[in-house]
């Protein structure tokens, strides 16, 4: 299916005016893209497929397995700051998929996370493109891109028709909520607290 008949046939689709925000930068000079390739390879295995990626895909959790990919999500972290203000952030979710022939990645959001990201560790012109349905974007990755998008976003990757690997670290970003630390409890407020008697309180 050529990708224009994808687009007019998506179920979601609909005229928009205004493209959403997206950061689009290449850090293949910043990170260790070799290592990365073989980290995805490693952890990558047959879950069955369960998830919207239908293709092998590492753990949730690649960034806390994989110093080289931990590496990449600092990076990514740095780049939502930028555009987050002073809200702390941190990487809640990532990992890795392998894509080859005939595997996709199902349309899906990943709401209620803040943003989202996509590193494209092996790419080439046969690879199949990143489409944001809604809005009628499609992004055509290169080697070392990195994407990052609001988490609320629909997207998917269409059945690749190429037997090249498709490489890709993936992942979402939150806020970093820290528990709030509460004042000393003065011997008045422990009284009122635990039902005793204030007036038995030394003044």
Known sequence: MALKDILKSSNHMHNAIVRIPLLH????????????????????????????????MTSWYLHEESDVVKGLSELVVIECQKMSGNFKLHNS??????????????????????WSWCYYAKVDKTSPPLIFPEVKQVFEPELGDLIIFPSYIKHFVPKSESENERIVVAGNISFE????????????AEAMLHGGDPQSLPC
């Open 25 to 56: 930068i290449n850090v293949l000079d910043k990170v260790e893209n070799t290592h990365i390739q073989h980290a995805v390879r490693r952890h990558a295995t047959d879950d069955k497929h369960l998830s919207n990626v239908k293709a092998n």
């Open 93 to 114: 979710e990532c990992w890795g998929n392998v894509q080859t022939f005939s595997e996709e990645v199902i349309e899906h959001t990943h709401w209620p996370f803040l």
């Open 177 to 188: 909520f820290t528990k709030p630390t509460l004042p000393p409890i003065d011997g008045f």
